[in-house]
């Protein structure tokens, strides 16, 4: 259906699929892109606030109710919300 290249120094974590047709792929140090399920198409990423660190994405995403969470270094846990909006 489609194809996309993920950025250089992504890990192999398994994307997830969220609600509202998106799947989440981590991608490094950047933290997860939520792209459209069915295109492929870039709707937002979602970064980790205050500083970036290495492996920021580098975990499996997962979701629950309207929010998505990724861990960095094995060590942080953040949240993001699906919807694309902050806060």
Same mark, same amino acid.
């Given at each position: 259906? +489609?194809?996309r290249e993920l950025p250089k120094g992504v890990g192999f974590?398994?994307?997830a699929v969220a609600p509202g047709?998106?799947?989440l792929v981590p991608v490094g140090?950047?933290?997860?892109a939520v792209l459209n399920a069915t295109t492929g198409s870039p709707? +937002?990423?979602a970064k980790p606030r205050g500083r970036t660190v290495e492996g920021a994405g580098e975990s499996?995403?997962?979701t629950l109710g309207g929010a998505g969470y990724a861990v960095s270094l094995g060590t942080d846990i953040y949240a993001f919300?699906?919807?694309g909006k902050t806060g």
């Open positions: 259906m +489609w194809r974590a398994a994307p047709n998106r799947l140090k950047n933290g997860v709707l +937002w990423t499996r995403p997962m919300r699906l919807d």
